[in-house]
């Protein structure tokens, strides 16, 4: 009789944005004629830019011929994309990473929930506090959700880093010294950014405890002020301690096509074994590479008339960001993040909990927002709204928000 991955038992009932979805369509179900506008998941509206379709059109054209079809392409990508990223952004900003140090893939969350698999059950996780949920769930899946019994003592495979209101919603580093951990900036769900100092107190203890920093960019599109960091490998040291993970779906709308890439510098490295060589071979074996018609839309992101056309789809986003950000402090909400970021973290009024509070938004003014708490202990009593909606909505969503 088979036996089942015990690990999955210690998971949080289900996937947050699962939930939320489920109740949305039971709030339709009853009110079949509501308009309910959704401003919880990070998901994209506006449609593809035009540099993007033609290059779609154009290699679906070519694989419909004998000369231009491609069947499996290499795991890590094509070239033709490998060195467009490479080209635009790391060597445009003075930063040393190779092309065959870039592995393409079907996207950023796929990509942070699988390289946990390259390192042992045993490692220590630190993650922040409120968190992306797939951080933490890989890594219970993985069986790094427990306590660690060692003779008497004993530690958490997973050490949670509170961001707080008090602290800037930046993490403090931890006493107990992780072997992995996950950072995200500009933040997903807080919006926050840190500066690159404190970007490179990260690097610095990182290399200092042989830990490894799994560096989440996927907002770095949205960065709008001076000092922030738009990639880890700006700090001096991060290539010996640091895996960069970059999304295409926020900062070109892939979100229906699925593309990201991660960095694995060859120079991470441990007792001279590579996590390059690792994260290849687990590549090679699990995953037969990204849809080449994809790939080629990838390298348009980088196009001149491509980035001209994404740097007008990310300013309306922030659009709405600021639209957001400014109506609810308007409105007497504390409201952070939406400067350097697509979220809004707002504190509920009147200490409601984050639950009750979505249930209010969703009952009374047919909006859906992401409670905080579904990212972690310290996301109580907060809220996350997107700005990826269209901008008639979110004005709607606003005007509904100010009535109430
Ligand atoms: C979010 O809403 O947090 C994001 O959409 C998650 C994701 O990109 O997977």
């Known amino acids: ?45 506006q449609p593809l830019a035009p540099a993007i379709v033609e290059a779609l059109q154009r290699a679906v ?13 290499p795991e890590q990508g094509y070239d033709f ?42 490692n220590r996780v630190a993650v922040c506090d409120p968190v992306y949920p797939v951080y933490v769930d890989t890594n219970v899946m993985a069986g790094r959700s427990g306590r660690f019994v060692q003779d008497a003592g004993g530690f958490e495979r997973l050490i949670y880093m509170p961001c707080t209101e008090e602290n800037g919603f930046a993490p403090s580093l931890p006493e107990t010294a992780p072997d992995l951990i996950y950072l995200c900036f500009p933040n997903n769900p807080t919006g926050a950014v840190i500066p690159k100092d ?34 880890i490998y700006e ?22 096509l699925r593309l990201g890439y991660t960095v694995v510098p060859k120079d991470l490295a441990q007792n001279g074994l590579r996590l390059h060589s690792l994260w290849g071979r687990r590549q090679g074996t699990k995953y037969n590479g990204a849809p080449y018609i994809v790939q080629r ?14 740097k007008k789809q990310v300013g309306y986003y922030m659009e709405n960001a600021r639209l957001i950000r400014e109506g609810l402090r308007d409105m007497g909400y504390c409201a952070y993040g939406g400067v350097n970021a697509p979220y809004i973290w707002l504190k509920t009024p009147d200490h409601m909990s984050s639950w009750a509070f979505f249930d209010l938004l969703l009952q009374r003014a047919q909006v859906v927002g992401t409670p905080g708490c579904g990212f972690g202990k310290s996301g109580e009593g907060y809220f996350r709204l997107t700005a990826f909606g269209t901008q008639e909505n979110t004005r709607e969503a606003l005007a509904r928000i100010r009535r109430l």
């Open 1 to 45: 009789m088979y036996t089942i991955n015990g690990n999955y038992l210690q998971l949080q009932g289900s996937y947050l944005f699962s939930d939320i979805a489920k109740k949305v369509a039971a709030y339709q179900e009853k009110n079949p004629g509501a308009k309910v506008i959704r401003l919880g998941i990070g998901d994209v509206t």
């Open 198 to 231: 404190a970007l490179q107190r990260w690097v610095d203890y990182a290399n200092e405890k042989g830990a490894v920093i799994l560096y989440d960019a996927a907002y770095e599109a949205y960065i709008s002020e001076d000092n922030v960091p738009h990639s």
């Open 81 to 122: 994309l490998r060195e467009a990223i490479v080209e635009h952004d790391y060597r445009a900003r003075g930063l040393s990473v190779a092309a065959d140090e870039i592995f393409v893939s079907d996207g950023a969350k796929c990509d942070v929930g699988n390289i946990q698999e390259i390192f042992g059950a045993d």
């Open 61 to 73: 054209e070519q694989m419909g011929t004998a000369e231009g079809f491609h069947g499996y392409g």
């Open 297 to 310: 839309a990838g390298e348009a992101v980088y196009s001149t008339e491509g980035k001209k056309q994404l």
């Open 235 to 256: 700090c001096s040291g991060a290539r010996t301690c640091a895996i960069e993970i970059h999304s295409f779906s926020k900062n070109a709308g892939f979100t229906g």
